[in-house]
């Protein structure tokens, strides 16, 4: 390594990697700060990638403006770029593919994986992508080190006729698809969709894919607008009273058969409970259990949540 960097070199091709990089660096409770940082050195079985894209999180923002987290820290996990360095041992990569990387991945054997409870994997709990400091993603710099479990199992290459803006969107809609799949969102269905920013808009997306009948719900006009260019049958400005009436004229006077809540608000659960379908015992019980759920929502897990809403409507 010289002052300025380091060529790595294969059999194929070669790429200049600087010493140093810029990042957006975490240095406290709302405060995010551009500063040179040394680029991250690999070890065996692991690798680095230049950051060509990456998405801002909510996560992202919530722990930065509520200090969530201890600083520093560099964010950004919706990441994709491409490979220019591997450690001894990496066979699956080489120099110049255009990959993205998750920033958690399952073990795939454990008691938890075995009934794909994936979130509960203790191996799913440990960060794998890297700019420096504690591992937290580091999609907010231009290189990132991918541990040896995420180079192994839980990076995924990119087709040439997909961009690399495009490929950042792999991450969050894999999360959008697995609430779907475990909402088991059907053709004919009436899906009631809170919340229309960019996950919204990908759960609503998919469910239309399925088949379902789509609604949307949210109180910014150009949100409701952007969801009906993108395939949906109806949006819906909440503070106008009438959803419960727009639901009913398009399922046959049932409320919604789905209800996915994509709003940062612990009362939208009790809100999206009682527009499932259901007698009047189930949307009494939606709201005790609602009321119960959200003192502890912030530390549950997707799997357990999943489960209680199940139990919930006894499925």
Same mark, same amino acid.
């Given at each position: 390594?010289?002052?300025?960097?380091?060529?790595?070199?294969t059999?194929?091709?070669?790429?200049?990697?600087?010493?140093?990089?810029?990042?957006a660096?975490?240095r406290?409770?709302?405060?995010?700060?551009?500063?040179? $940082?040394?680029? +991250?050195? *690999?070890?065996?079985? %692991? @690798?680095?990638?230049? =950051?060509?894209?990456? &998405?801002?999180?909510g !996560?992202?923002?919530?722990?930065?403006?509520?200090?969530? $987290?201890?600083? +520093?820290? *560099?964010?950004?996990? %919706? @990441?994709?770029?491409? =490979?220019?360095?591997v &450690?001894?041992?990496? !066979?699956?990569?080489?120099?110049?593919?255009?990959?993205?990387?998750f920033?958690?991945?399952?073990?795939?054997?454990?008691?938890?994986?075995?009934?794909?409870l994936?979130?509960?994997?203790p191996?799913?709990?440990?960060?794998?992508?890297t700019?420096?400091?504690?591992p937290?993603?580091?999609?907010?710099?231009?290189?990132?080190?991918?541990?040896?479990?995420?180079?192994?199992?839980?990076m995924?290459s990119?087709?040439?006729?997909?961009?690399?803006?495009e490929?950042?969107?792999?991450?969050?809609?894999?999360?959008?698809?697995?609430?779907?799949?475990?909402?088991?969102?059907?053709?004919?269905?009436?899906?009631?969709?809170?919340?229309?920013?960019?996950?919204?808009?990908?759960?609503?997306?998919?469910s239309?894919?399925?088949?379902?009948?789509?609604?949307?719900?949210?109180?910014?006009?150009?949100r409701?607008?952007?969801?009906?260019?993108?395939g949906?049958?109806?949006?819906?400005?909440?503070?106008?009273?009438?959803?419960?009436?727009?639901?009913?004229?398009?399922s046959?006077?049932?409320?919604?058969d789905?209800?996915?809540?994509?709003?940062?608000?612990?009362?939208?659960?009790?809100?999206?409970?009682?527009?499932?379908?259901?007698?009047?015992?189930?949307?009494?019980?939606?709201?005790?259990?609602?009321?119960?759920?959200?003192?502890?929502?912030?530390?549950?897990?997707?799997?357990?949540?999943?489960?209680a809403?199940?139990?919930?409507?006894?499925?």
């Amino acid at each position: 390594m010289s002052q300025s960097g380091m060529i790595l070199e294969t059999s194929s091709s070669s790429y200049f990697v600087p010493s140093e990089m810029r990042a957006a660096v975490y240095r406290g409770k709302g405060r995010v700060v551009v500063e040179t $940082v040394p680029v +991250p050195a *690999i070890g065996a079985g %692991e @690798v680095l990638i230049r =950051v060509a894209s990456c &998405g801002i999180c909510g !996560t992202d923002l919530k722990k930065i403006e509520h200090g969530f $987290v201890a600083a +520093p820290q *560099i964010f950004g996990h %919706e @990441v994709s770029g491409t =490979v220019v360095a591997v &450690g001894q041992g990496v !066979t699956k990569w080489k120099l110049g593919d255009r990959v993205m990387s998750f920033h958690h991945v399952p073990c795939g054997a454990c008691f938890y994986c075995d009934r794909r409870l994936f979130s509960q994997c203790p191996g799913y709990k440990k960060v794998g992508l890297t700019a420096g400091f504690d591992p937290n993603g580091g999609g907010f710099a231009q290189y990132v080190r991918a541990l040896p479990w995420v180079a192994e199992r839980g990076m995924v290459s990119i087709p040439d006729d997909v961009s690399f803006d495009e490929a950042s969107f792999i991450e969050p809609l894999n999360t959008c698809i697995k609430a779907v799949e475990k909402a088991r969102v059907a053709a004919g269905e009436t899906v009631l969709v809170m919340g229309l920013g960019p996950i919204g808009l990908l759960l609503a997306m998919l469910s239309k894919l399925e088949g379902a009948t789509v609604i949307g719900s949210d109180p910014m006009p150009e949100r409701r607008a952007m969801s009906l260019s993108l395939g949906l049958d109806l949006a819906v400005d909440p503070r106008e009273g009438r959803l419960a009436q727009e639901i009913g004229s398009r399922s046959q006077g049932r409320a919604a058969d789905v209800v996915p809540a994509a709003v940062p608000i612990p009362a939208a659960l009790t809100e999206a409970l009682g527009r499932l379908c259901g007698d009047a015992e189930l949307g009494v019980r939606a709201r005790e259990a609602a009321a119960d759920f959200q003192g502890r929502m912030a530390a549950t897990a997707e799997e357990e949540a999943l489960a209680a809403i199940d139990a919930l409507l006894g499925r």
